[in-house]
């Protein structure tokens, strides 16, 4: 069995860069358990008369969404050299810098398409849709789009 024994200035190093990482984690994964999009699908399975398949399939396609996304990201990370240095990497800002402004834009063009007050939004297709899904349609939709 081996002992690992290290310095108490080592392991204050160690805490540091933990805290680092889950501050930079932390509201990705907030932003992933609360976005609204998941949550209304899950709802709106729970009242389908298929709701068991559905849920199972819904969270399967999860699960399978997010690891494939996170495993696209470190690939795209790895090639990019991203972390190769002890800090984060010119590809790295850049990469955050170009997402931060895609998303910018899509917020705003979102914003534009919000309803004048008095008007009522019309309910999205996918919404109305989830009755007629089966199993393997809510694992395809959740897999491709609806986990992100």
């Not at 081996?2 to 108490?8: G, K, M």
């Not at 190093?13 to 680092?20: F, I, L």
């Not at 979102?110 to 694992?139: H, L």
Request: glycine share 12%.
């Amino acid at each position: 069995m081996a002992v690992w024994v290290t310095s108490p200035a080592a392991a204050r190093r160690n805490g540091q860069q933990m805290g680092k990482t889950i501050d930079g984690i932390l509201p990705l994964a907030l932003g992933v358990a609360i976005s609204p999009v998941p949550i209304i699908a899950i709802i709106l399975m729970l009242i389908t008369p298929r709701a068991r398949a559905n849920g199972a399939g819904f969270v399967l396609g999860w699960v399978l969404g997010l690891a494939a996304a996170g495993g696209i990201v470190l690939t795209i990370a790895n090639a990019a050299g991203v972390s190769a240095s002890g800090g984060p990497s010119t590809a790295a800002y850049t990469i955050r810098l170009v997402l931060g402004i895609v998303l910018l834009l899509l917020a705003a063009r979102q914003w534009r398409g919000c309803p004048r007050p008095g008007e009522s939004a019309p309910q999205p297709r996918w919404m109305v849709a989830f009755d007629r899904w089966g199993a393997t349609a809510i694992k395809g939709a959740c897999t491709t789009g609806l986990t992100w």
